[in-house]
T-cell receptor
Framework: AQTVTQSQPEMSVQEAETVTLSCTYD???????LFWYKQPPSRQMILVIR??????QNATENRFSVNFQKAAKSFSLKISDSQLGDAAMYFC??????????FGKGTKLSVKP | GAGVSQSPSNKVTEKGKDVELRCDPI?????LYWYRQSLGQGLEFLIY????????KSGLPSDRFSAERTGGSVSTLTIQRTQQEDSAVYLC???????????????FGPGTRLTVL
């Protein structure tokens, strides 16, 4: 079975600093998509960034970027210039063979002013 | 609205009662998903509808759970004879699948928080 692992249940960062959230996954596929979702207290899941496995270039979206290491099956999220509004649960997810997303258990990010 | 909507936002029920949760996907999205999020956990896949194909029910935890999608749009998740362990947030998502079956970005609704007393 495919799994997604987030080894950091909680992380904390000072406002304006940089933080990296870790994610590893298990798969035998060569072509797939990876995602980071943000879930604030409102419960609304919001897509942060998406990476296509066949692309070697790391995806970036403004202050958010990933470090995708395909051979190591690692997909970390870097948040630069952290803002108070970045405080939320962050979930790493991989496209599953059934058409669904397979999620990690999440990392709770706190941002200190 | 342009997003995925779910109703009710919150539902409190007594053990043994049946409940229905509703999801309105984004117009034009052929794929619809139901997930369950228990306290402090990630999202657990429940069921997947794609167009007019038979749904993938492999994630449903028991035969008390069922779902249907009428006219390729609105979906209803039904839980019969609710148990306390069914208490969770139920999230619905929709998407446009990519060519080749790759999983595309999913757009989520705000969820229904179910509490079984």
């Amino acid at each position: 079975a495919q799994t997604v692992t987030q080894s950091q249940p909680e992380m904390s960062v000072q406002e304006a600093e940089t933080v990296t959230l870790s994610c590893t996954y298990d798969t035998s596929e060569s072509d797939y998509y990876l995602f980071w979702y943000k879930q604030p207290p409102s419960r609304q899941m919001i897509l942060v960034i998406r990476q296509e496995a066949y692309k070697q270039q790391n995806a970036t979206e403004n202050r958010f970027s990933v470090n995708f290491q395909k051979a190591a099956k690692s997909f970390s999220l870097k948040i630069s210039d952290s803002q108070l509004g970045d405080a939320a649960m962050y979930f790493c997810a991989k496209g599953g063979s059934q058409g669904n997303l397979i999620f990690g258990k999440g990392t709770k990010l706190s941002v200190k002013p | 609205g342009a997003g995925v909507s779910q109703s009710p936002s919150n539902k409190v029920t007594e053990k043994g009662k049946d409940v229905e949760l509703r999801c309105d996907p984004i117009s034009g999205h052929t794929a619809l998903y139901w997930y369950r999020q228990s306290l402090g956990q990630g999202l657990e896949f429940l069921i997947y509808f794609q167009g007019n194909s038979a749904p993938d029910k492999s994630g449903l935890p028991s035969d008390r759970f069922s779902a249907e999608r009428t006219g390729g749009s609105v979906s209803t998740l039904t839980i019969q004879r609710t148990q306390q362990e069914d208490s969770a947030v139920y999230l619905c998502a929709s998407s446009i699948p990519l060519a080749g079956g790759q999983v595309n970005e999913q757009f989520f609704g705000p969820g229904t928080r179910l509490t079984v007393l």
